[in-house]
């Protein structure tokens, strides 16, 4: 199947990055006392999630507690995607607890961010090796390419579903936990030396690091807190748990997965060559969903403005919402293709993707002969 192309034109786009640093330096202007307001607004609600889904645990397995107790752990994700992407460290006031060198570092770790990845691991893979990346094959979280041993024609496609299905309750443990770890474990390593780590040293650390305390935690811990209670208080609270854990699991690839792959987004086959290719490049390659307001955005985690955080990736989540019209203003004005769409279709989008039943879209510049003979220079693919 051949996908169709985006042809990067360096005179079309001439000027972007400026127009980019300074709607920059209107955000940086306007950091206040209610980006600061409004995280505490959103890490409450995190909160009494947690705190609802806690006091009905030993009652028996219930979606209450289930969902509950999943929302209060997705919050948690989405406080350190924008505080370990520097989201609050320019904010003028902000608590050190809120910064990108505090926030889940140390011995803070299992305080602001008990999940299954390591905080630095993290922060390697997604911060730097994704967003300077994104869509490249240095890209990790690149699906198209990771899936691509499994879209072997005999490889039956039910089982292809079925394999999504199973990464979409567990991805966060299957996919994320071990694979951060790996990247950052080999973040110094040259192109082509052979691996500073062996396997067996990476599952012994990923063990001890990871699965070991967050299953203790969320899986021993929390149903012995219920043991005065009783074993059915025990019983309920551990099912909740693990029930929970599945929801946090799904909730968090619903919105994370299909933000930079489907048939009418780009990957890339070699590095930008210029500041506007890079902006560009990030752009057509990320996808929003339907955006405005707190419930909303809460919903999906922030992720719905996918394109403006490729844009700016360290700037508060109330300025993602503000700053958004601008954005596509931006994108209009230059051409350039702005995706969005409500995330269900998203999601069948990126599920496409993954089975092998659609492809992504190529771009190439101006001046490549074959493309210029192919492609009518004058409409930009959208």
């Given at each position: 199947?051949?996908?169709?192309?985006?042809?990067?034109?360096?005179?079309?786009?001439?000027?972007?990055?400026?127009?980019?640093?300074?709607?920059?330096?209107?955000?940086?202007?306007?950091?206040?006392?209610?980006?600061?307001?409004?995280?505490?607004?959103?890490?409450?609600?995190?909160?009494?999630?947690?705190?609802?889904?806690?006091?009905?645990?030993?009652?028996?397995?219930?979606?209450?507690?289930?969902?509950?107790?999943?929302?209060?752990?997705?919050?948690?994700?989405?406080?350190?995607?924008?505080?370990?992407?520097?989201?609050?460290?320019?904010?003028?006031?902000?608590?050190?607890?809120?910064?990108?060198?505090?926030?889940?570092?140390?011995?803070?770790?299992?305080?602001?961010?008990?999940?299954?990845?390591?905080?630095?691991?993290?922060?390697?893979?997604?911060?730097?090796?994704?967003?300077?990346?994104?869509?490249?094959?240095?890209?990790?979280?690149?699906?198209?390419?990771?899936?691509?041993?499994?879209?072997?024609?005999?490889?039956?496609?039910?089982?292809?579903?079925?394999?999504?299905?199973?990464?979409?309750?567990?991805?966060?443990?299957?996919?994320?936990?071990?694979?951060?770890?790996?990247?950052?474990?080999?973040?110094?390593?040259?192109?082509?030396?052979?691996?500073?780590?062996?396997?067996a040293q990476r599952?012994?650390?990923?063990?001890?690091?990871?699965?070991?305390?967050?299953?203790?935690?969320?899986?021993?811990?929390?149903?012995?807190?219920?043991?005065?209670?009783?074993?059915?208080?025990?019983?309920?609270?551990?099912?909740?748990?693990?029930?929970?854990?599945?929801?946090?699991?799904?909730?968090?690839?619903?919105?994370?997965?299909?933000?930079?792959?489907?048939?009418?987004?780009?990957?890339?086959?070699?590095?930008?060559?210029?500041?506007?290719?890079?902006?560009?490049?990030?752009?057509?390659?990320?996808?929003?969903?339907?955006?405005?307001?707190?419930?909303?955005?809460?919903?999906?985690?922030?992720?719905?403005?996918?394109?403006?955080?490729?844009?700016?990736?360290?700037?508060?989540?109330?300025?993602?919402?503000?700053?958004?019209?601008k954005v596509r203003?931006?994108?209009?004005?230059?051409?350039?293709?702005?995706?969005?769409?409500?995330?269900?279709?998203?999601?069948?989008?990126?599920?496409?993707?993954?089975?092998?039943?659609?492809?992504?879209r190529r771009m190439?510049?101006?001046?490549?002969?074959?493309?210029?003979?192919?492609?009518?220079?004058?409409?930009?693919?959208?």
């Open positions: 199947m051949n996908a169709p192309v985006f042809v990067f034109d360096p005179t079309r786009l001439r000027g972007l990055y400026d127009e980019v640093r300074a709607l920059r330096a209107e955000v940086d202007a306007s950091l206040g006392p209610d980006d600061l307001a409004h995280l505490k607004k959103i890490e409450g609600w995190g909160r009494i999630a947690t705190t609802v889904g806690l006091a009905t645990a030993w009652i028996a397995p219930n979606p209450l507690s289930a969902v509950a107790l999943s929302l209060g752990r997705s919050t948690r994700w989405l406080l350190m995607h924008h505080c370990g992407h520097r989201g609050y460290d320019k904010v003028p006031g902000v608590e050190a607890r809120y910064t990108s060198e505090v926030f889940a570092q140390g011995p803070r770790r299992w305080r602001d961010w008990p999940d299954w990845m390591l905080p630095a691991a993290w922060n390697y893979e997604h911060n730097i090796l994704h967003h300077h990346h994104t869509g490249e094959r240095r890209d990790p979280d690149l699906i198209e390419r990771n899936v691509a041993w499994l879209n072997r024609p005999e490889v039956p496609r039910a089982l292809r579903w079925a394999l999504l299905g199973a990464l979409g309750f567990t991805w966060k443990a299957s996919y994320y936990a071990p694979n951060t770890l790996r990247v950052w474990l080999h973040r110094h390593d040259p192109k082509g030396a052979r691996p500073s780590t062996t396997r599952v012994k650390m990923l063990l001890r690091e990871s699965y070991g305390p967050y299953i203790a935690r969320r899986f021993v811990g929390l149903p012995l807190a219920y043991l005065p209670l009783g074993p059915w208080a025990m019983f309920s609270a551990l099912c909740n748990s693990v029930m929970g854990e599945a929801l946090s699991n799904f909730h968090t690839f619903f919105v994370v997965g299909p933000n930079h792959t489907g048939d009418d987004l780009y990957r890339f086959d070699d590095r930008p060559q210029s500041k506007d290719e890079y902006l560009a490049r990030q752009i057509i390659g990320s996808v929003n969903y339907r955006t405005g307001g707190d419930l909303n955005d809460y919903a999906h985690l922030w992720l719905n403005y996918q394109i403006e955080h490729h844009v700016f990736p360290d700037i508060p989540m109330l300025k993602y919402r503000q700053v958004q019209p203003a931006l994108c209009e004005k230059y051409g350039l293709p702005y995706v969005q769409a409500p995330v269900w279709q998203r999601f069948r989008k990126m599920a496409e993707v993954f089975v092998g039943s659609q492809t992504m190439t510049r101006v001046g490549d002969a074959a493309a210029a003979a192919a492609v009518d220079l004058s409409a930009v693919q959208a």
